[in-house]
């Protein structure tokens, strides 16, 4: 498919087009080349006129709003580009606010286009209208309703703006029916600036200077990697950084794969899951230098203790992060990609090899408390962790780890490690169940030539099982691990050490996943003893189609390490 580059294509010889062909005229212009949706009567309009641009636009029909927006989603993370959809208006909208408020939380771009009743119509509860706009308020970063036909072009350029510019998020573009049937001249004009809004500030210079003075006089710093690092492409400027200053490094939960899982200076992950060392170091640390992370209390556990002995230098796009949660001793605003090697240049060259082997001690009491059992338990039924590893394994820690939420997702990113950038795909800060499989075939159709591999929940799972239906039409090829464990697993593990086992609603009654499986023309596997995994993931592996492996974990085990929500992160526990 011959598509010409955005800065090429010039406007239709005939100027003077319908709002529809607009609309996807200012789509071509800012190069996408893929569309998640579902059509209804208030943007047939477009879907007609998306008929003629088959052989331009690839388009996914999924089975439900809410996977649309999550595969986008999953589009967006891997391949770095804008995620687009397109669904029609009440419902249809409706069922996006749960993916657009997970993207607002982990600054995906994306740009949903909702269709809308007529103009006449607005405001008298026409069939199918709702007020998406004031309901889509608090989950976007920018929203608007278009009603004239001859401000689509604007409104598209201005909504792909402010998707992906400064820290990403999302962006609604409501248009009315009668803009979408009406004519008007056709010109695309990007978007490179918008009076007072600043994406993206210069750094100043002397909180640069006193950054690196502070990193100069550090004996036990810690560099806490997030997912700013990736949305900036500043995974290169972190390791010159880090090789020049020394310092170990963590990440946060989405902040994993900025750094190869074996860069020597990495010392693991973050927060309530995360691992030993980088969590009860927190305490002996005499600087933190946080890039491109916003200090969740998934990572802090108690703020008031995260840090206690540390001067903090916080580097992050967006100031309203700056002092949120933890105060900062030397705030720098800026673009991970810009600061880090202003900073670099500016520091002298460190080694702290010593204070990173006291990190590589922790790991190994981990190791023996932890991540021995879980991953080579030897009897009793398979364990999470020991599924992650085979299948790591399998996949040389080389393919892109896509997650649901719950155990089966910190277990993910515990024992799954990383090559690549960009091959860390999990609903983070809303902790959306059902975003898996979604987000799973955006991130396939988005790094076609990588392999794609979901862990899953059974309860997860179910929640947007109907996106099934979604790979079986449109050919996805995506690896499904179903880690079932017949619970609500991260539920049921909380009423275990909190709730005296009061295991309250959280037993799955599950259905034959096998069947569901192979009625989508998916091939399937279930593993059920610990000698048949190896063959099994190997098989899933050799599949040249989508396939779902069922692995039937242990009912009640849990993950550690944990820290209990509020305490601070060194009360880490094993058990």
Not at 373 to 397: L, S, W
Request: charged share 20%; proline share 6%; aromatic share 8%.
């Amino acid at each position: 498919m011959n598509t010409p580059r955005p800065e090429e294509r010039q406007p239709a010889s005939d100027p003077t087009i319908t709002g529809s062909k607009a609309l996807i005229e200012s789509f071509l212009h800012e190069g996408v080349t893929t569309l998640f949706g579902y059509p209804g009567g208030a943007i047939i309009p477009v879907y007609d006129a998306l008929y003629d641009y088959r052989d331009r636009l690839r388009h996914i029909l999924v089975r439900h709003e809410q996977g649309a927006v999550h595969a986008a989603q999953g589009y967006a993370r891997v391949s770095g580009q804008v995620g687009v959809c397109l669904v029609t208006s009440g419902p249809g909208a409706t069922n996006t606010v749960t993916g657009l408020a997970d993207a607002l939380m982990d600054s995906t771009p994306l740009v949903l286009v909702t269709g809308q009743v007529g103009s006449s119509l607005l405001g008298t509860d026409a069939f199918q209208e709702t007020n998406f706009v004031g309901i889509t308020q608090a989950v976007t970063k920018w929203n608007c309703q278009v009603k004239r036909t001859e401000d689509i072009p604007a409104a598209i350029a201005k909504a792909f703006y402010i998707a992906r510019s400064g820290r990403p998020g999302p962006v609604v573009v409501d248009i009315t029916k009668d803009a979408q049937c009406g004519t008007a001249p056709f010109r695309y004009e990007k978007i490179t600036s918008i009076r007072s809004y600043v994406p993206s500030p210069a750094p100043d210079a002397e909180r640069i200077a006193e950054a690196a003075r502070l990193i100069d006089a550090a004996r036990r710093p810690l560099v806490m990697a997030g997912h700013g690092v990736t949305l900036g492409n500043a995974e290169a400027e972190l390791r010159a950084f880090l090789e020049k200053s020394g310092m170990p490094a963590a990440s946060t939960l989405l902040g994993l794969s900025a750094l190869p899982s074996d860069y020597p200076q990495y010392v693991g992950m973050l927060g309530m899951h995360g691992n030993y060392g980088p969590n009860i170091k927190n305490r002996e640390c005499d600087l933190l230098v946080a890039v491109g992370m916003r200090f969740d209390d998934r990572v802090t556990g108690c703020p008031a203790h995260f840090g206690e002995n540390a001067k903090v230098i916080h580097l992050e796009i967006d100031p309203a992060e700056i002092g949120k949660i933890i105060p900062a001793d030397v705030p720098v605003v800026g673009d991970a990609k810009q600061v880090l090697p202003m900073l670099t240049e500016r520091i002298r060259k460190g080694d702290h090899s010593a204070w990173i082997e006291e990190f590589r001690e922790c790991d190994r009491i981990e190791y023996e408390a932890v991540v021995r059992k879980a991953v080579h338990p030897g009897e009793g039924r398979i364990r999470m962790g020991e599924a992650v590893d085979a299948v790591a394994r399998a996949y040389d820690n080389d393919a892109v780890l896509v997650t649901d939420v719950g155990q089966q997702q910190m277990n993910a990113a515990r024992y799954f490690g990383f090559r690549r950038g960009r091959s860390m795909i999990t609903s983070g800060g809303l902790g959306t169940m059902g975003f898996g499989l979604p987000a799973a075939i955006g991130a396939k159709l988005g790094a076609p030539d990588r392999e794609v591999v979901l862990f899953a929940g059974d309860g997860g799972l179910q929640m947007t099982i109907q996106e099934l239906g979604t790979i079986f039409q449109s050919h996805v090829a995506v690896k499904i691990v179903l880690l079932n464990n017949s619970f609500l697993g991260m539920v049921r593990q909380w009423q275990e050490l909190f709730y005296d086992r009061r295991y309250s609603f959280t037993k799955m009654i599950n259905p034959d996943f096998g069947l569901i499986a192979r009625g989508n023309g998916i091939s399937y596997r279930l593993v059920e003893r610990r000698e048949e995994l190896a063959e099994a993931v190997a098989a899933m592996k050799a599949s040249e189609g989508a396939f779902l492996l069922e692995v039937r974990v242990e009912g009640e085990e849990n993950i550690f390490p944990m820290v209990p929500a509020g305490a601070p992160v060194a009360d880490i526990r094993f058990e």
